[in-house]
């Protein structure tokens, strides 16, 4: 079953510590991205990634990292969370840009991360 | 950048009848694509539709169409025979060409289908 693999769902964490959520898909993607969504903001892209060790930033890319070792993972880095980054984050792949030439983007399931 | 507008932030219709969401965008683009995606209470991002800005010829999915004015820049999704599963936040996305993958979505609209 095609999937996008976000963890961890839900986290609660203090300002500060270094946290990291993955993302992990099945369909051999080479197009992956995350989004935070916030209420009244809808969906803002942080960084996305063309393949393999081509990472580039995206709308709101300050605060976080990302690393693509292995086309299957994309992981999100937070080195020093902080209250404002508190959102709910969704990881994205897709086969095409955009999901295109018949390719759907595939997302995740979210994970709400609340920094305290 | 580009800017995605979506006006109505909630909206609501009866099961069976048809209700239109509006979105407009902002671009100096000629070639881009448009998307609508569905986000149910399961908070899963599913794709409805997608248009490609290089067609004139307006895209459906079943139940779902849209009305894509380029000159306008307006891209409406109609969503006919509501069923109580339509039931979601509906957010219009802009994507360009060669940026691998770089979204704009905007705010959403909140859709209640009524029994």
């Known amino acids: 079953e095609a999937q996008v693999t976000q963890n961890p769902r839900y986290l609660i964490t203090v300002t500060g510590k270094k946290l990291t959520v993955t993302c992990s898909q099945n369909m051999n993607h080479e197009y992956m991205s995350w989004y935070r969504q916030d209420p009244g903001l809808g969906l803002r892209q942080i960084y996305y990634s063309m393949n393999v060790e081509v990472t580039d930033k995206g709308d709101v890319p300050e605060g976080y990292k990302v690393s693509r070792k292995e086309k299957r993972n994309f992981p999100l880095i937070l080195e020093s969370p902080s209250p404002n980054q508190t959102s709910l984050y969704f990881c994205a792949s897709s086969l095409s840009p955009g999901g295109l030439s018949g390719n759907t983007i595939y997302f995740g399931e979210g994970s709400w991360l609340t920094v305290v | 950048a580009q800017t995605v507008t979506q006006s109505q932030p909630e909206m609501s219709v009866q099961e069976a009848e048809t209700v239109t969401l509006s979105c407009t965008y902002d671009?100096?683009?000629?070639?881009?694509?448009l998307f609508w995606y569905k986000q149910p209470p399961s908070r899963q991002m599913i794709l409805v539709i997608r248009q490609e800005a290089y067609k004139q010829q307006n895209a459906t999915e079943n139940r779902f169409s849209v009305n894509f004015q380029k000159a306008a820049k307006s891209f409406s999704l109609k969503i006919s025979d509501s069923q109580l599963g339509d039931t979601a936040m509906y957010f219009c996305?802009?994507?360009?060409?060669?940026?691998?993958?770089?979204?704009?979505f905007g705010t959403g609209t909140s859709l209640t289908v009524i029994p």
């Open positions: 671009t100096s683009e000629n070639n881009y694509y």
């Open positions: 996305a802009f994507m360009k060409p060669n940026t691998g993958n770089q979204f704009y």
